[in-house]
């Protein structure tokens, strides 16, 4: 390889050394090919200077010869064999050529090409015009999709030029059509010759790359795969099917466009997003999923927008079509606890037999939020899980399939993310297959005013996935190039992208008038014939089918409908619960409840806590030479456990820790979260001497310990966010956790956060466990990085701020279990050390918000000591005042109430101004669900005293608006509550150090001043 470099870097200059001239030249050709003519737009004519025959466009084919020459001399001419070895032997430019000898020797068979070149005098001319047939070749390889006819309207406004693919523009004429050529290595368009005339050549290149498939890979930088297509597409008489393949294909047609017709004729005003325009899909789908299936895949994940998905349920995943159209029935009632979603976003999960590869496969489609392309990730994240869980280290067994709309591919950088994911180790799904139905519009928009690149799948180019575009209109074409694509996929476990070039018959859903904003385009389609239709005259013509038989499929499939209607109107009530995408079987009762309503101790035995606490601190390798500093981190461990106590680092070890020996599987992810952006963690030991050896301790707590994944990520927070939260959905026996770097750019990812994690399980019925850690905390660091935005999520809970709950048995648990997310602010690792664990222990699944500290993870007061872990105890909601004022509630002047690391500047100045008696300070842990009982509880037991929040975020921010109501409802309005904190601003802080201390201590002297009471809340 790097004798290849060597070699062609030589051969650049030379190619660069010269002067291409453009030389209009008269029309040459014209061949029999429809419409299309061959212009010559210029020939290049090389300086003699250097190589006579090299010029900067053939330098590719060089290296092309070079390879096949590296391989066997044989495989190329003696006069490039002779060149080569002058060039490798370090030929000074212009000197590596030679005449070669006079071709003699056996007969290879070939056609005519002894003939050719016997007759041919000037062996310079010869090489020149093989030359330029393998540019001529390769430019059809390169871009024959331009000229592909891909759009079934013809009315594409992109506007690529044809030239390259003229013989003229490479130096042939007219006269050369009849030559015979010898083939390059790098075409496979010859079957079993290794040598055409022109003309064959130029039929053959047409078929391959210019009909009704356009392949877009001559950008793929791995020339296996390269060859791997270029056999697929080229190879004489390779799209053929068989008659029983044909029917097969016929039949999906049908169910695809008859499904569109039946619900348009029964709910002609309902918003489906129908399909029309795009019927292939279905036979795509169908087929990608056969050959898969085939192939050994068992489990398909699918992810898809709105275009299409009810007839993907009814005819791909194969959802009961009476469940399905109970869904436009707008008087049933809703069974299920949460509010539900519109049918077109609703998942489904379904395992049946395969009839093509005679396999079972599972096949689960994702539900999705409105908000395009959102899906992808979580898909990713899903199929992951799924394939770990299942020790697919290949994705041999489990895969993804994403669906995609032209506008929203290219509009939404999510799709670049998740593209960004794809051969990540830690969260390669080892190749999706991407299905886009280009409609070439995008609700009103037309693809000229919606992206800037030719075609809408250019975002796939980023990761050297090649790119199957197809005329949706022929759906042969179609099932050839999915099957294409299944096979890719299966080989070399990368991404493909088939582009369904297609058109919407309707408006964007079907109250939507297109003519308003797309005249021509809907005059054009006005006309067209349905791709049904269009098909079945082929079939018939062909003699494939009879037009009876057409017929009565379409009858036999009427009736299914029909019946299935008929069924339908017997529900009376509609469970979401049938929609479910991801089925924990045996974690929850049948009747899907959680088996108990409590949660049992969170905390455990000294021993393990000892031998975690060792692991943390040691470095399980042998001749593994850690950095100096780390050393001490370790030392420092060792010290904590042998005094009992844990830092907010050790916390999480002992969580995660302990959790990996009983059985649950640990997942950290986000970016650089193997050491931690702050230093502290180091759960990915890296040998100072050898490279890339690392060491992770934590997979060392026990032989029979589940797997401990950490792993820094792409800088993408929606793409992986969204992974995790996929990867949570798997499974209920894993603890997966995301960090922000900071707890601001969770910002980037709002619409996880908004569309799927905090109403996910409303809208889905679908439990979630993710954890988000966000580190959050005003150091006078400036605005950015200061706040992990805690409002935002607590305006996002839906538990009521003005009802004092019933507080009756395990209250907790059940305020738990009725929120939509657990927000938390630990002051203390312990418990975040218990926080953590209960995500596990709890019966049901809950997201878990927990604003992370950073001083905090070197304070020397918050530390925690083993006796805070230990069986029987507990995280707590709320952790009242341990100290003299508690001791003497009555003598109490002032409570003041907080979260999270304010806490230690309240107790230093508490000390400082000698009010250890006189104030108490109670720290709400859990902000949500609100523990009511408790604040009740800490209010009661001082009654002389004043009451205050206090918060070191602007009032405008941080918990204030959430707390205010509910500190309120507790009291019944019977007491005042005051507030001690910084003024209301825009920004989350202050960029100056000064002000952010003066800010600080303000707040503090109104949190203690005990003769002045600080404004009301
Ligand atoms: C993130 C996001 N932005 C805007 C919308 C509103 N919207 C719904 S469909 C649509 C057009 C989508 O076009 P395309 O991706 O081509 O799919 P098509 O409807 O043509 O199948 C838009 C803008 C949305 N659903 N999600
Ligand atoms: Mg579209």
């Not at 790097?2 to 040459?28: K, M, N, Y």
């Not at 001559?218 to 390779?238: A, H, S, V």
């Not at 690149?453 to 250019?458: A, G, L, N, R, V």
Request: charged content about 25%; overall charge neutral; hydrophobic content about 35%.
């Amino acid at each position: 390889m790097h004798h290849l470099r060597t070699t062609v870097a030589r051969l650049g200059p030379l190619a660069a050394a010269q002067t291409a001239q453009i030389a209009p030249q008269s029309r040459l050709l014209a061949l029999e090919r429809g419409t299309r003519t061959f212009q010559p737009v210029r020939s290049l004519r090389a300086s003699v200077a250097a190589e006579p025959f090299l010029n900067g466009t053939s330098s590719n084919y060089v290296e092309e010869m070079y390879y096949a020459w590296l391989e066997d001399p044989r495989n190329v001419h003696k006069s490039w064999d002779i060149f080569f070895r002058n060039a490798n032997a370090g030929a000074p430019p212009g000197a590596a050529y030679q005449s070669p000898p006079p071709l003699s020797g056996p007969s290879d068979g070939t056609m005519g090409v002894r003939a050719l070149v016997g007759a041919q005098p000037n062996v310079e001319k010869l090489v020149k015009d093989h030359l330029a047939v393998q540019s001529l070749i390769r430019a059809y390889q390169v871009r024959g999709h331009h000229i592909a006819k891909l759009d079934p309207l013809g009315i594409s406004c992109v506007d690529f030029d044809d030239a390259p693919c003229t013989v003229g523009l490479y130096g042939l004429t007219e006269g050369d059509l009849d030559k015979v050529f010898r083939l390059p290595a790098s075409t496979f368009i010859g079957g079993n010759d290794s040598a055409l005339p022109l003309r064959e050549i130029i039929r053959r290149l047409e078929m391959a790359y210019c009909q009704h498939i356009g392949v877009e890979f001559m950008f793929i930088n791995d020339l296996e795969q390269c060859q791997w297509i270029r056999q697929k597409f080229e190879t004489p008489g390779i799209m053929q099917f068989s008659l029983e393949e044909k029917r097969t294909l016929l039949g999906r047609m049908i169910r695809s466009t008859r499904f569109e017709e039946f619900l348009q004729r029964k709910w002609s005003s309902e918003k489906r997003f129908g399909l029309e325009g795009c019927e292939s899909l279905i036979p795509a789908l169908k087929t990608i999923i056969d050959r898969s299936s085939q192939c050994g895949v068992e489990s398909m994940i699918l992810g898809m927008p709105h275009r299409g998905r009810l007839n993907v349920l009814a005819n791909v995943i194969r959802k009961d079509l009476d469940q399905i159209f109970c869904q436009f029935d707008s008087k049933l009632e809703a069974a299920d606890e949460g509010s539900g979603d519109v049918k077109y976003h609703l998942g489904m999960y379904h395992r049946r037999m395969n009839r093509v590869s005679d396999r079972y496969i599972t096949l689960s489609l994702v539900a999705n939020p409105s908000h395009l392309e959102a899906v992808d990730p979580v898909v990713q994240g899903k199929t992951k899980a799924e394939q770990f869980y299942s020790g697919d280290t290949e994705g041999k067994r489990v895969m993804s399939i994403l669906l995609h709309g032209d506008a929203a591919f290219a509009g939404q950088g999510i799709v670049y993310e998740t593209f960004h994911l794809s051969d990540l180790p830690s969260y390669t799904t080892h190749g999706t297959i991407h299905v886009v139905v280009n409609n070439q519009i995008g609700f009103t928009t037309d693809p000229r005013m919606a992206r800037s690149s030719p075609y809408p799948t250019d975002v796939a180019r980023v990761v050297n996935a090649p790119i199957f575009h197809v005329n949706a209109d022929n759906p042969e074409a179609v099932m050839f190039v999915c099957n294409v694509a299944a096979e890719w996929r299966n080989t070399f476990h990368k991404d493909v992208v088939v582009d369904l070039v297609s058109y919407r018959r309707n408006g964007h859903n079907e109250m939507d008038e297109p003519m308003f904003t797309q005249p021509l385009m809907y005059k054009q389609i006005k006309k067209q014939k349905g791709v049904l239709q269009k098909f079945v005259e082929k079939l018939v013509a062909e003699g494939v089918i009879t037009t009876q038989h057409y017929e009565e499929e379409v009858a036999r499939y009427d009736k299914i409908c029909e019946d299935a209607f008929a069924h339908s109107k017997d529900e009376k009530i509609l469970h979401i619960k049938h929609w479910l995408d991801s089925p924990w079987p045996g974690f929850f009762t049948l009747d899907g409840q959680p088996k108990t309503m409590s949660c049992p101790s969170t905390g455990i035995r000294e021993d393990e806590l000892c031998h975690i606490g060792n692991v943390a601190a040691s470095v399980p390798l042998e001749d593994f030479m850690i950095h100096g500093g780390l050393s001490r981190i370790l030392k420092g461990r060792a010290h904590m456990v042998s005094k009992r106590v844990c830092d907010w680092a050790l916390g999480e070890y002992m969580a995660f820790g302990s959790l990996l020996k009983e059985g649950i599987h640990v997942r950290l992810s986000g970016q650089d979260v193997e050491r931690g952006t702050f230093s502290h963690r180091h759960h990915v030991l890296h040998d100072q001497n050898v490279d890339k050896r690392i060491c992770i301790p934590m997979n060392s707590i026990s032989p029979d310990q589940a797997p401990y994944t950490v792993c820094n990520s792409s800088l993408s927070e929606y793409g992986v966010l969204g992974f995790e939260l996929g990867f949570a959905m798997a499974s209920p026996n894993a603890l997966v956790l995301w960090e922000a770097q900071f707890g601001d750019f969770h910002n980037t990812a709002q619409c996880i956060i908004d569309q799927f994690i905090s109403s996910g399980q409303a809208k889905w019925v679908r439990q979630n466990g993710i954890v988000l850690l966000l580190p959050h905390g005003m150091e006078g660091m400036g605005p950015e990085h200061s706040s992990a935005r805690p409002e935002r999520f607590l305006q996002m809970c839906n538990d009521d701020s003005d009802v004092f709950p019933k507080v009756t048995g395990d209250f907790a648990v059940h305020q738990l279990y009725d929120c939509n997310w657990i927000v938390v602010n630990c002051s203390t690792p312990a418990n975040y050390f218990h926080v953590l664990r209960r995500q596990i222990l709890l019966p049901f699944r809950k997201p878990l918000i927990v604003f992370t500290p950073k001083s905090l993870l070197r304070h020397p007061e918050a530390k925690s000591s083993f006796d805070d872990m230990l069986p029987g105890t507990h995280f707590q909601r709320l952790i009242p005042d341990e100290g003299p004022a508690a001791v003497g509630p009555q003598n109490v002047k002032r409570v003041v109430f907080c979260t999270g690391k304010i806490y230690y500047d309240l107790i230093r100045e508490r000390k400082s101004r000698g009010l250890e008696d006189a104030v108490a300070v109670v720290r709400i842990e859990q902000l949500s669900p609100f523990p009511f009982d408790l604040v009740k509880a800490e209010a009661d037991q001082y009654q002389n005293a004043d009451l205050v929040w206090c918060q070191e975020e602007h009032k405008n921010q941080g918990y204030y608006d959430y707390v205010k109501p509910r500190l309120r409802t507790t009291l019944n309005r019977t007491r005042p509550i005051w507030y001690a904190g910084r003024e209301p601003a825009a920004a989350p802080a202050t960029g100056n150090k000064h002000s952010h201390v003066t800010e600080l201590q303000r707040l503090l002297d109104a949190a203690f001043d005990l003769e002045t009471s600080p404004g009301k809340l």
